[in-house]
T-cell receptor
Framework: DTAVSQTPKYLVTQMGNDKSIKCEQN?????MYWYKQDSKKFLKIMFS???????INETVPNRFSPKSPDKAHLNLHINSLELGDSAVYFC?????????????FGDGTRLSIL | AQSVTQLGSHVSVSEGALVLLRCNYS??????LFWYVQYPNQGLQLLLK??????LVKGINGFEAEFKKSETSFHLTKPSAHMSDAAEYFC??????????FGTGTSLTVIP
């Protein structure tokens, strides 16, 4: 059973399109995250939700909008995709929103903008 | 502000040799410290963590790390490298303000 699952695994699309990435965790965790990993492997946190409430909203263009329908799901919608959005996006979860909690990561969604 | 520094973005070791990946952090209070590993085309997996207690922490796959407060370090070691250890390794720090920071990663190559 995959603990944190993301779909799709690969996403290739044209500039200007709108796309969504879905994430589900079956660990019973309260907190979920979205990260962006660039081509140099640098990891940047984008959003964090705790019990469906937005906790962290880093400096991210408002074309990115997270949605958490319940605490097991955190989806990411991206409007008007740009070339610079090409990256690997990781969803993660932790038991609670405390920084002593390890995070469990999905396998990533590789987004390529043509 | 909190920061995490991983010295050496690329480290190469021979199979069977000691692995040492360095991590230093800046914090005025003892932080929570983690090492994660990322294999190609996969997400990050927790290797080990230090939150409190014993400063030498053992993790999976034979890795261990030691929290040295005086040196503000949390270096990752493994006595004998295996080919399967080739991956990207990330040090991460959490502070008491519930903020979490990842280092920039170290790519480990194991030479046969």
């Amino acid at each position: 059973d995959t603990a944190v699952s993301q779909t799709p695994k690969y996403l290739v699309t044209q500039m200007g399109n709108d796309k969504s990435i879905k994430c589900e965790q079956n660990l019973g965790h309260d907190t979920m995250y979205w990260y962006k990993q660039d081509s140099k492997k640098f990891l940047k946190i984008m959003f964090s939700y705790n019990n469906k409430e937005l906790i962290i909203n880093e400096t991210v263009p408002n074309r990115f909008s997270p949605k958490s329908p319940d605490k097991a799901h955190l989806n990411l919608h991206i409007n008007s995709l740009e070339l610079g959005d090409s990256a690997v996006y990781f969803c993660a979860s932790s038991q609670e929103y405390y920084s002593n909690q390890p995070q469990h990561f999905g396998d990533g969604t590789r987004l390529s903008i043509l | 502000a909190q920061s995490v520094t991983q010295l050496g973005s690329h480290v190469s070791v021979s199979e069977g040799a000691l692995v040492l990946l360095r991590c230093n952090y800046s914090s005025s209070v003892p932080p929570y410290l983690f090492w994660y590993v990322q294999y190609p085309n996969q997400g990050l997996q927790l290797l080990l963590k230090y939150t409190t207690g014993a400063t030498l922490v053992k993790g999976i796959n034979g890795f261990e790390a030691e929290f040295k407060k005086s040196e503000t370090s949390f270096h990752l070691t493994k006595p004998s490298a295996h080919m399967s250890d080739a991956a990207e390794y990330f040090c991460a720090v959490g502070n008491t303000g519930n903020q979490f920071y990842f280092g920039t990663g170290t790519s480990l190559t194991v030479i046969p």
